[in-house]
């Protein structure tokens, strides 16, 4: 089992960005001086006071930030949940089963086979056992399996995002659909849903619905668009994934920094100060979630960064696997669809797309965050009860 730990590359390379652009200020500051007109030493104080008062402000939050830091880092939490049973394994990608964690009629049970992202921990969808979406499934009469992908390694080294559709997701449906033989729903989280959605149109013959949370599909976006580089640069960034095997967590880490830098020292500054023990206890385990990210096999970087993100071939309809158009017009059965409203890592722009080209599907508009609207407060009046709705009634 795998046991995530606090002291991960990702957390040293936050605090770097965020007290580089905090103690650059009065740098900044003395800089822009040069571009002022001559000013007479009265008309300097005024610019000498507001250099003082940008240090002391980036002392404070510095120290502050630590507090937080050193809170997180030195807490004693481990996650403790109950490890469902493992049905089938591929290279180091494994098939969990949450279903059997309740004993319960089998018969007429519908099945839901989760599909997380590649570059994060499955475990977001279990992350503890009160805050465990799959749970709760299970204990109203859905059987959830889990397809955790492990990191890659000898079987995956080379593959790309197709490859992981064609050898390991569509072979886990075919066991599956064998085991039960019952038609099942593929639920796909954030880059997972693009997966879903490719995997559904391959084996629409064991498919019967599909749901995607938060799945990216429009790299147009308004949100994007700086990090759009011009094609002359493309061959360069394709240079650069070439040198290594995988790119590494920390690497994919910096770029969803690159969103919303300011995240990172919000939250922990908070933190610093948070008296309520079960908030302390929520966010240090989401936080060690997010701080123990999986690498990228160099294939799924360039079809990411360079596919995706940059010549956005999902969008275009241009994204093929097994010799097949990923086209969602082309996907006719019932789909269940939620667009968080607070989505900072896919944003509305990028997901809402999707949605419209689905001619069935059913949209939820959970009003939180990319992770909040798994395993926050509001998670489950937001997305779990209306998914279970719609699972129970399509």
Same mark, same amino acid.
């Given at each position: 089992m795998h046991k995530p730990t606090p002291n991960l590359p990702t957390l040293p390379m936050h605090l770097m960005l965020t007290l580089g652009s905090w103690l650059s200020s009065p740098f900044a500051l003395r800089c822009a001086k040069s571009a002022f007109p001559p000013l007479s030493?009265? /008309?300097l104080h005024p610019l000498s006071q507001l250099e003082n008062a940008l240090a002391e402000e980036a002392k404070s939050r510095a120290s502050n930030l630590m507090s937080g830091l050193l809170r997180y880092v030195e807490d004693p939490y481990t996650r403790k949940v109950s490890e469902p049973p493992v049905l089938w394994r591929k290279g180091n990608a494994r098939l969990l089963d949450y279903g059997s964690l309740v004993t319960a009629e089998t018969?007429?049970?519908p099945i839901v086979l989760f599909v997380p992202s590649l570059i994060n921990r499955y475990y977001i969808l279990d992350l503890e056992e009160d805050r465990s979406f799959l749970r709760f499934l299970s204990r109203q009469g859905v059987y959830p399996l889990v397809l955790d992908w492990g990191e890659p390694g000898a079987t995956e080294e080379a593959f790309g995002c197709d490859d992981y559709v064609t050898e390991i997701l569509n072979a886990a449906i075919e066991f599956i659909a064998r085991l039960s033989q019952q038609r099942i729903v593929l639920a796909g989280y954030c880059m997972g849903g693009v997966l879903t959605l490719a995997a559904t149109r391959l084996q629409s013959k064991h498919v019967a619905a599909m749901a995607l949370f938060a799945t990216p599909w429009?790299?147009?976006c308004k949100e994007f /668009?700086?990090?759009v580089i011009d094609a002359k640069w493309h061959a360069t960034l394709e240079a650069m994934i070439s040198t290594q095997k995988h790119l590494p /967590?920390?690497?994919?880490?910096?770029?969803f920094y690159m969103t919303d830098p300011w995240l990172f020292e919000q939250k922990f500054r908070r933190f610093a100060d948070l008296q309520d023990n079960r908030e302390v206890r929520n966010f240090i385990a989401l936080e060690r979630w997010v701080n123990d990210g999986v690498p990228m096999t160099a294939q799924v970087a360039r079809d990411c960064l360079l596919g995706w993100a940059q010549r956005n071939v999902l969008m275009r309809n241009e994204w093929k696997v097994d010799g097949k158009i990923i086209d969602p017009r082309?996907?006719?059965?019932?789909?269940?669809i939620a667009i968080p409203k607070n989505d900072s890592v896919v944003p509305q722009d990028c997901a809402a797309p999707l949605a419209a080209a689905m001619p069935h599907a059913s949209i939820v508009t959970p009003g939180s965050g990319h992770v909040s609207m798994i395993v926050g407060s509001h998670a489950k009046r937001e997305l779990w009860v209306p998914f279970l709705e719609w699972i129970t009634s399509y």
């Amino acid at each position: 089992m795998h046991k995530p730990t606090p002291n991960l590359p990702t957390l040293p390379m936050h605090l770097m960005l965020t007290l580089g652009s905090w103690l650059s200020s009065p740098f900044a500051l003395r800089c822009a001086k040069s571009a002022f007109p001559p000013l007479s030493k009265d /008309a300097l104080h005024p610019l000498s006071q507001l250099e003082n008062a940008l240090a002391e402000e980036a002392k404070s939050r510095a120290s502050n930030l630590m507090s937080g830091l050193l809170r997180y880092v030195e807490d004693p939490y481990t996650r403790k949940v109950s490890e469902p049973p493992v049905l089938w394994r591929k290279g180091n990608a494994r098939l969990l089963d949450y279903g059997s964690l309740v004993t319960a009629e089998t018969v007429d049970r519908p099945i839901v086979l989760f599909v997380p992202s590649l570059i994060n921990r499955y475990y977001i969808l279990d992350l503890e056992e009160d805050r465990s979406f799959l749970r709760f499934l299970s204990r109203q009469g859905v059987y959830p399996l889990v397809l955790d992908w492990g990191e890659p390694g000898a079987t995956e080294e080379a593959f790309g995002c197709d490859d992981y559709v064609t050898e390991i997701l569509n072979a886990a449906i075919e066991f599956i659909a064998r085991l039960s033989q019952q038609r099942i729903v593929l639920a796909g989280y954030c880059m997972g849903g693009v997966l879903t959605l490719a995997a559904t149109r391959l084996q629409s013959k064991h498919v019967a619905a599909m749901a995607l949370f938060a799945t990216p599909w429009d790299f147009s976006c308004k949100e994007f /668009a700086p990090f759009v580089i011009d094609a002359k640069w493309h061959a360069t960034l394709e240079a650069m994934i070439s040198t290594q095997k995988h790119l590494p /967590a920390d690497v994919i880490q910096s770029l969803f920094y690159m969103t919303d830098p300011w995240l990172f020292e919000q939250k922990f500054r908070r933190f610093a100060d948070l008296q309520d023990n079960r908030e302390v206890r929520n966010f240090i385990a989401l936080e060690r979630w997010v701080n123990d990210g999986v690498p990228m096999t160099a294939q799924v970087a360039r079809d990411c960064l360079l596919g995706w993100a940059q010549r956005n071939v999902l969008m275009r309809n241009e994204w093929k696997v097994d010799g097949k158009i990923i086209d969602p017009r082309k996907i006719t059965m019932p789909t269940f669809i939620a667009i968080p409203k607070n989505d900072s890592v896919v944003p509305q722009d990028c997901a809402a797309p999707l949605a419209a080209a689905m001619p069935h599907a059913s949209i939820v508009t959970p009003g939180s965050g990319h992770v909040s609207m798994i395993v926050g407060s509001h998670a489950k009046r937001e997305l779990w009860v209306p998914f279970l709705e719609w699972i129970t009634s399509y």
